[in-house]
C-alpha cells in the first residue's frame, strides 16, 4: 500500500483509533496530573522541614517519593509529568477529533508519530532507569508506560500502514508488556511488595 493511499484512508478507520487514543490520553493526562500534585506536595513538604510520605509510597521498592524527586525525574531540568500532562492532552485530543470521524492529512499523522517516537524512547529510558538506577517503581508512572505502549503501536501502524504491525499489533503490545514486567520481576522479585 502506497503513502498516499495510507494518507486517503476513509475517517472512519480512525474512529475505532480515534477513541482508544482520547481514552489512553485522558489516563495519561491524570497520571501525569497525579504525578505533578505529588510533587508539589512534596516541595510543600520539603519547604516546611517536613517528611511527606505519598499514598503511592507501598514499598521499599514501590515509591513515587524517590522516582519524582531523582534526578531523571527531571530529565529536562523540570518534573518529567510537565511533559506528559502537555503530551496527553494532545493525545487525548487528537484522539476526539479521530473519534468524530475527522481526517487528518499525512503531515499531520508524520508529527503524531514523531511524537509517538519520542514517547516510546523516553518511556524506555526511564524503565530502564526506574528499574536499573533509581532501583524505584512508581505506580503513576506505570500507568504512563502502560498507556503509551499501545497508543505508540497503533500510531505507528496507522502512519506506516506496515502489513506487520496490522497483523499483529495484539502480539506486539502484549510482548512489550511481558518484556516491562519480566525485567522488572528479575529485579526485584517477590520483594516489590515488601514493607517499605
Known amino acids: 500500500m502506497n ?16 477513541i ?3 481514552i489512553a490520553g485522558a489516563i495519561g493526562t491524570w ?7 505529588d510533587n508539589i506536595a512534596l516541595l510543600e513538604a520539603q519547604a516546611a522541614d517536613k ?19 531523582s534526578a531523571q525525574g527531571q530529565a529536562f531540568g523540570f518534573p518529567n509529568p510537565f511533559i506528559g500532562i502537555i503530551a496527553f492532552s494532545v493525545l487525548m485530543t487528537i484522539g476526539v477529533v479521530l473519534a468524530t470521524g475527522a481526517r487528518l492529512p499525512r503531515w499531520m499523522w508524520g508529527g503524531i508519530q514523531l511524537g509517538a ?8 529510558w526511564l524503565q530502564y532507569e526506574s528499574i536499573y538506577q533509581i532501583g524505584k517503581l512508581c505506580p503513576w508512572c506505570m500507568v504512563v508506560w502502560i498507556v503509551t505502549i499501545p497508543s505508540v503501536v ?7 500502514g506496515w ?20 525485567l522488572i520481576w528479575f529485579q526485584f522479585g517477590s ?3 515488601a514493607g517499605a
Open 3 to 18: 503513502s498516499d493511499a495510507i494518507g486517503d484512508e476513509m475517517p472512519t478507520a480512525d474512529r475505532g483509533i480515534g
Open 20 to 22: 482508544f487514543l482520547g
Open 31 to 37: 497520571a501525569s496530573s497525579l504525578l505533578t500534585l
Open 51 to 69: 517528611n511527606l510520605e505519598l499514598a503511592c509510597d507501598i514499598s521499599a521498592f514501590v515509591s513515587c517519593s524517590n522516582v519524582i524527586q
Open 117 to 124: 517516537i519520542f514517547g516510546a524512547v523516553f518511556i524506555s
Open 154 to 160: 497503533l500510531i505507528t501502524r496507522r502512519f506506516t
Open 163 to 182: 502489513r506487520f504491525l496490522s497483523n499483529w499489533t495484539g502480539l506486539i503490545i502484549a510482548l512489550w508488556y511481558v518484556t516491562i514486567a519480566a
Open 191 to 193: 520483594s516489590l511488595w
